[in-house]
């Protein structure tokens, strides 16, 4: 055998024939150009962005294959892929049958792709051994990406594409086609074992803002009244638990589920045809009607990944990274300016100022008594909320906000600003808002009333985020569908909304701690969940009231605090007054050096929807976060997660004793510990319990 390159093209001679090849891997470009009637067999290694690759080109192409197996790096999983009449898979472990997917396919202006009966033109398989260094640190500095893939090259233009992750299973359709396609709905029945729990947010509005309380039913029980988005958690009988969940959505709706007779199905939302046109910056640009397909798109493309993370376990849940591996890769040149943080807002903290010698509203004395305090509890960003523009018009600012000095008195405080933005006046004035924003020296946006889930609103987030990049802003998505990957390819958006949280506590009681306790193994698997935790204004069961001006939690002072750490995001933001976070110093300065940013992330012990803890590393020092439903309760937490031989200081806030009738009452406390103490989280009715363990 003899190899040789030349300007990219790689000829391998060997005694049976020769073969040309073409891969484009982390900038190694090889061209194969198959002439070979045996299998031929091709590994590349690129050791300094730990990579290994290998391709291995099934020939004849001819050659027509009705069954493909894939395994999964470490052989546990296994998925085989059957081409008949249509496409399915089955995905088990070594015990049993996970799940199966039955026929996967677009249905076109084409007809359907690939088409019922189409023979099998190649097949190409592959293994990635890769670690991704992530841009912005959600769960861990660094991400292994291992797994084996197979590439099926169907008759008449279409490529299925499935990977098959030690943690996961993934598919996409690719198409090769020279003219757009306009497709007409998406084709696939997921089937789960019939007694296996389904626990989603039930949601039949077409609004797809994904913020509905989540409920759990058999599969058995799945019918055609079940609709709700992504991701939903299945949890096997004695067996995996399952997340459903979705990659690289671009100009593309994105997906939700509907029952089908104990199966789900895929339902997306049509493509807008006329949309509501009044003055009202709420509802304006809401789809009034639709047209009879789901999107026009380039004949030549990949349509996005349909993923299944899989865990043995509910904490595992919590460090699968299934959907940030499917995203597509970094679009911003220099990212060294994205940065995370914590954040005020005056949406509610306004209404809880008091003591000053001013009016609190939106104005100046208001935005510098909240700089100030950002300041004081080094929270990097202030964000006017709702309220601070006039007359729909992004250039014109509310007569009793002098911008211009707000901008200079914070630069001096080393304080960074955002506003708040109605998507329909940012999608309309985009192109002169953003110049402006950064000349006044804006350095983020929290973009809000997407409340739709079709292909227009998904190029709308492209959009945004390309702009916002290149006027160097971060973003805050609120009023909109969960994480899709999108800020992976623009780390700058570095948190979104998509979920029932703290706000909701202002004018219902969907935020439970039984649902805190479910967040961290459905929504926030997926990505940065912007939940708002920290509130000072705490209620037990039997206490809590809806204010909507003044929320207060569900749940102990110790499990709000806790939340910080729990609730994962990349931007987190405080839900009171500086005054309370003042009044209260010593809970104020714990809750805001919890860090956003995290190395490295270790599930403690864990039942969805009952109890949660974690622990997650930034930098030498550790932050422990357990909470529990309605339910008190007692774990004992193993610090095992400790460097040997060192001895820690340990900052504890935990429940107070009279924490289950006034669930105010906490306790700080100090304490030494080493690797190897287990100590006990004793936990009051919707309790929590938060540490800083340090060097």
């Not at 496409?87 to 202006?109: C, G, M, Q, Y």
Request: charged share 25%; glycine share 8%.
């Amino acid at each position: 055998m003899s190899l040789s390159c030349t300007d990219g093209l790689v000829t391998m001679t060997i005694k049976t024939g020769w073969i040309k090849g073409n891969l484009l891997s982390e900038g190694l470009r090889f061209r194969f150009d198959c002439k070979q009637k045996n299998n031929t067999k091709i590994t590349v290694m690129k050791t300094s962005k730990f990579l290994l690759l290998v391709l291995s080109i099934l020939v004849p192409m001819a050659a027509v294959a009705r069954e493909v197996k894939l395994e999964s790096p470490d052989k546990r999983l296994t998925a085989v892929i059957s081409i008949q009449e249509t496409v399915s898979v089955t995905v088990s472990d070594a015990a049993r049958e996970l799940f199966s997917i039955e026929n996967i396919s677009l249905d076109t202006d084409r007809g359907l792709i690939p088409m019922p009966g189409a023979k099998v033109r190649g097949v190409t398989r592959a293994s990635l051994r890769s670690t991704v260094i992530p841009v912005i640190k959600e769960k861990t500095a660094q991400i292994p990406e291992i797994y084996n893939s197979v590439n099926v090259a169907m008759q008449g233009g279409c490529v299925l594409v499935f990977r098959l992750y030690n943690d996961g299973f993934a598919y996409r359709i690719r198409t090769n086609f020279s003219e757009n396609l306009i497709i007409k709905g998406e084709n696939a029945l997921f089937s789960f074992d019939a007694d296996a729990k389904m626990t989603y947010q039930q949601d039949d509005d077409p609004k797809g803002h994904g913020e509905m309380p989540y409920v759990s039913i058999t599969m058995r029980q799945v019918d055609g009244s079940v609709v709700g988005n992504l991701p939903a958690l299945v949890e096997v009988p004695g067996s995996k638990r399952l997340l459903l969940l979705e990659s690289d959505v671009q100009d593309y709706p994105y997906m939700w589920l509907r029952g089908n007779n104990g199966k789900l199905g895929i339902s997306q939302l049509a493509y807008p045809e006329t949309y509501d046109t009044g003055h009202s910056y709420y509802s304006r640009g809401s789809v009034l009607t639709r047209r009879d397909y789901i999107a026009e798109t380039a004949g030549k493309r990949d349509f996005p990944w349909r993923g299944v993370a899989i865990a043995n376990n509910d904490g595992e849940l919590m460090t699968n990274q299934l959907a940030y591996l499917l995203a597509p890769e970094l679009r911003i040149d220099d990212p060294s300016w994205i940065k995370p943080g914590w954040v005020m807002f005056d949406w509610w903290a306004k209404y809880g100022v008091y003591g000053v010698d001013f009016e609190a509203g939106v104005n100046t004395a208001t935005a510098k008594y909240m700089i100030d305090f950002c300041k004081d509890y080094g929270i990097r960003y202030f964000l006017f909320d709702d309220g601070w523009t006039v007359n729909n018009d992004l250039s014109k600012v509310m007569p009793e906000l002098d911008m211009k000095e707000v901008m200079r008195y914070a630069n001096q405080k080393g304080v960074d600003i955002m506003l708040w933005v109605p998507f329909c006046l940012i999608d309309e004035q985009m192109d002169c808002a953003m110049p402006l924003f950064e000349e006044w020296g804006v350095k983020g946006l929290k973009i809000d009333f997407m409340d739709r889930s079709d292909q227009e609103i998904n190029r709308f987030y492209w959009r945004v985020a390309e702009m916002a990049a290149k006027h160097k802003m971060v973003l805050n998505f609120h009023g909109c569908i969960t994480p899709d990957g999108l800020r992976r390819a623009y780390p700058n958006v570095l948190t979104r909304e998509g979920l029932v949280e703290f706000e909701y506590n202002g004018w219902t009681d969907y935020v439970t701690p039984g649902h805190n306790c479910t967040l961290p193994f459905i929504r926030n698997v997926v990505g940065p969940q912007d939940y708002i935790p920290g509130t000072l204004f705490n209620a037990t069961q039997n206490s809590f009231r809806q204010i909507s001006a003044t929320p207060m939690s569900q749940g102990t002072r110790a499990h709000s605090i806790a939340m910080a750490v729990i609730s994962q995001s990349q931007m987190q933001m405080l839900p009171d007054a500086p005054t309370w976070y003042y009044k209260e110093g010593v809970c104020g300065k714990f809750l805001t050096a919890i860090p956003v940013e995290w190395d490295e992330v270790k599930p403690l012990q864990c039942k969805v929807g009952d109890y949660v803890s974690v622990a997650r590393r930034s930098g030498s020092s550790w932050f422990v976060g357990a909470i529990t439903n309605w339910d008190a309760r007692k774990l004992m937490l193993d610090l095992d997660f400790l460097d040997e031989g060192k001895t820690y200081t340990m900052e504890v806030i935990r429940d107070g004793v009279n924490a289950s009738t006034m669930a105010i009452d906490y306790v700080k406390e100090t304490v030494k510990v080493r690797k190897g103490d287990r100590i006990e989280a004793d936990m009051a009715p919707g309790g929590g319990w938060v540490a800083k363990i340090y060097k």
